[in-house]
């Protein structure tokens, strides 16, 4: 399984966890997508087609894409246990 279907999977599982209004057939659909090599998803796509709530977009002098503290928390020790595997491997050498 690639990282952007993992994501999609973690994404959808919060927002059913957390937002009634979520659309899961949707999701469904992004869900099939993720495995194709062609594929990308913008936030905006999902946060639209989805009606997530999870991420929101914010436009402007400090716009960007921002994440619910649950998700941002989660992909960061996610990176962090990657990023402490790669050290271990690299100081064996």
């Given at each position: 399984?690639?990282?952007?279907?993992n994501t999609i999977e973690f994404l959808g599982v919060w927002e059913m966890l957390n937002n009634p209004n979520f659309k899961p057939i949707e999701f469904d659909g992004f869900k099939k997508q993720a495995g194709i090599n062609s594929f990308t998803l913008i936030p905006k796509q999902w946060i639209e087609q989805t009606n997530a709530v999870g991420l929101i977009?914010?436009?402007g002098r400090y716009g960007g894409t921002y994440a619910?503290?649950?998700i941002a928390f989660e992909r960061q020790l996610k990176d962090e246990a990657r990023?402490?595997?790669s050290s271990l491997k690299t100081?064996?050498?």
């Open positions: 399984m690639n990282k952007i279907r977009l914010k436009r619910h503290k649950e990023l402490n595997v100081s064996k050498r």
